[in-house]
């Protein structure tokens, strides 16, 4: 429920600073955003190299709302992907599934420097499968709030141009939350397992949350490289105090946009995701115990289709 809670909140700041502008001096207000839907298609018939009928659509937004007055800045955006993809004759199943909203209120020191409290919560919008290769059993892996992070932090930020800002908050905490209990009991995403006895009943359900205290930095950049080319990056970086401070997590997200003419458009998208946290499963040693650690994710989306700013 404190989850909930927060997230609610989060919206209420978006959907107050958005209210604002309409009853207020919108000089002080900058909204922008971006809405793209890309796809691809491949139809066969009688074809005699072979292949398969398939079907992909990825859709985009993003916005924001920045409020700017004298030494006091307020920035909050909301930002989603989702994306999915048949093929032949087969069920859809994602390829693309996130959404992350954030608010930042910050004081003016002096010169690029500023004082900053942060807050960010992201998470997907469904469930998530994986299909074991030996056994060929599908798992569920994934849900919504499951997992989901919350972050919040006090610090400083360092805005050198307006195309780049670096936030760095000594005082920060991450909390992990995952809603389904299947995967809570699994120990899934950093959070205390279920406790079994020695027939393998169950004692004590595994806990639904994880909370870490330690620094975090951001690095953000916008910058347009060559006519109609504009690349935007994110890199997020934590690291808990509390435990194996030197294993950072980070998060980057890679975003560029090939602009040819106001309503279509191509675009890279990358995401870069390692927590130390995190047991990917990769297979089973000679024992049929599972192979699992903490691994590098990786996920890369190119499309072109439809674009157009909010």
Known sequence: MK??????TAFSFVLISNNATSQSDTSYWKNSGVFSLT????SLTNWQAGGENSVALNGFFNYKINYKK????????????????????GDFFKTDDRYEIGTKLGYHLKSNLDLTAFSTFRTQFTEGFKTDAETGEVNRISHSFAPAYLFGGLGTEWEPA???QVNFAPLSTKITYVRIQELADRGEF?????EFDGDGNKIADGKNARYEFGGYLKVWMKKEIVENVTVETKADFFSNYLENAKNIDVTWDLMINMKINSWLSANLTTNLIYDDDINIRVGTDETGNPIA???TQFKQVLG???????
Do not use: T
């Open 190 to 194: 950093g959070v205390d397992p279920a």
């Open 70 to 89: 004298d030494k006091i800045a307020w920035n909050n955006f909301a930002e989603a992907a989702f994306g999915a993809s048949r093929l032949s004759e």
């Open 162 to 164: 307006e195309w780049l």
């Open 39 to 42: 796809g691809s298609q491949v």
């Open 304 to 310: 072109a289709g439809l674009s157009f700013e909010l």
């Open 3 to 8: 989850i909930k809670l927060l997230i609610v």
């Open 293 to 295: 650690g903490p691994r």
